[in-house]
């Protein structure tokens, strides 16, 4: 019989895979939505695309300060320096993204400068604000910020898999996230989250696994919000 993991047990393993498991129903929501599963078999709605794409320009610009708050905190509180440049090629790739999703709005006749918050996407801005504050813990910003980045990478990887009928118009936004170059960077946030939260005292650690929820329920809304706009 499986008897509950000693935090030892948990810490050889790995604490997000252990959370991975634990809280599945919730993850697989986030990366296998109804609007990313329209996607990979073809039948996604165009309007709801461009919701999408308009809404989460929004969402970048608020992220990137987010990213960087978490780059603040990995050069004040990291036992590894090396932290501070995968942080950092983060925040270029965002750099990229934000210039892509202004030439892709042109491509799809959508008017950034137009484009009004929808609650969800309030709601989850408000919420990356919260996180930057000083009194938020590194090991707490990087889980979320793993978080964040694994949800695309996963769900776009899904559109990209053999045998998926995502349109032609379409693959080059799910290669942005779905690519291998990204996939191996969340694995190496993923890598930091597991190492700091391997050493981190349990209030933390609870901390850190409630805002890891909380990215999951943002982000399974913020699906919806683009899916049920249509
Ligand atoms: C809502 C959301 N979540 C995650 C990502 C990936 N940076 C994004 N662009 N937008």
Same mark, same amino acid.
Request: hydrophobic letters at 40%.
């Given at each position: 019989?499986?008897?509950k993991?000693?935090? !030892?047990?948990? #810490?050889?393993?790995?604490?997000?895979?252990t959370?991975?498991?634990k809280?599945r129903?919730?993850?697989?929501?986030?990366?296998?939505?109804?609007?990313? @599963?329209?996607?990979?078999?073809?039948?996604?709605?165009?309007?709801?695309?461009?919701?999408w @794409?308009? &809404?989460?320009?929004?969402?970048?610009?608020?992220?990137?300060?987010?990213?960087?708050?978490?780059?603040?905190?990995?050069?004040? #509180?990291?036992?590894d320096?090396?932290?501070?440049?995968?942080?950092?090629s983060?925040?270029?790739?965002?750099?990229?993204?934000?210039?892509?999703?202004k030439?892709?709005a042109?491509?799809?006749?959508?008017?950034?400068?137009?484009?009004?918050p &929808?609650?969800?996407?309030q709601?989850?801005?408000r919420?990356l #604000?919260?996180?930057?504050?000083?009194?938020?813990e590194?090991?707490?910003?990087?889980?979320?910020?793993?978080?964040?980045?694994?949800?695309? &990478?996963?769900?776009?990887?899904l559109?990209?898999?053999?045998?998926?009928?995502?349109?032609?118009?379409?693959?080059?936004?799910?290669?942005?996230?779905?690519?291998?170059?990204?996939?191996?960077?969340?694995?190496?946030? &993923?890598?930091?989250?597991?190492?700091?939260l391997g050493?981190?005292?349990?209030d933390?650690?609870t901390?850190?696994?409630v805002?890891? @929820?909380?990215?999951?329920?943002? !982000?399974?809304e913020?699906?919806?919000?683009?899916?049920?706009?249509?």
């Amino acid at each position: 019989m499986e008897g509950k993991k000693t935090r !030892e047990e948990v #810490e050889k393993s790995g604490m997000i895979d252990t959370w991975m498991k634990k809280h599945r129903m919730i993850y697989t929501g986030a990366t296998k939505h109804p609007f990313i @599963l329209s996607i990979r078999d073809g039948t996604v709605d165009l309007e709801a695309f461009k919701t999408w @794409l308009g &809404q989460d320009y929004i969402f970048v610009r608020a992220f990137a300060p987010f990213v960087a708050s978490v780059l603040i905190k990995a050069w004040k #509180e990291s036992d590894d320096c090396s932290d501070m440049e995968v942080i950092l090629s983060g925040m270029a790739s965002l750099n990229d993204e934000i210039a892509w999703f202004k030439s892709e709005a042109t491509m799809w006749g959508v008017q950034l400068s137009e484009v009004v918050p &929808q609650k969800a996407n309030q709601d989850y801005c408000r919420f990356l #604000e919260s996180l930057m504050s000083p009194d938020v813990e590194y090991t707490v910003a990087i889980t979320t910020f793993w978080a964040i980045e694994a949800v695309y &990478q996963a769900s776009f990887a899904l559109c990209l898999e053999d045998g998926s009928k995502t349109p032609a118009a379409l693959r080059e936004t799910c290669r942005r996230w779905g690519n291998d170059g990204f996939g191996q960077y969340c694995n190496s946030l &993923q890598k930091i989250a597991n190492r700091r939260l391997g050493k981190t005292p349990d209030d933390v650690l609870t901390k850190a696994e409630v805002t890891l @929820l909380r990215v999951l329920e943002h !982000e399974v809304e913020f699906w919806n919000m683009s899916h049920g706009a249509a």
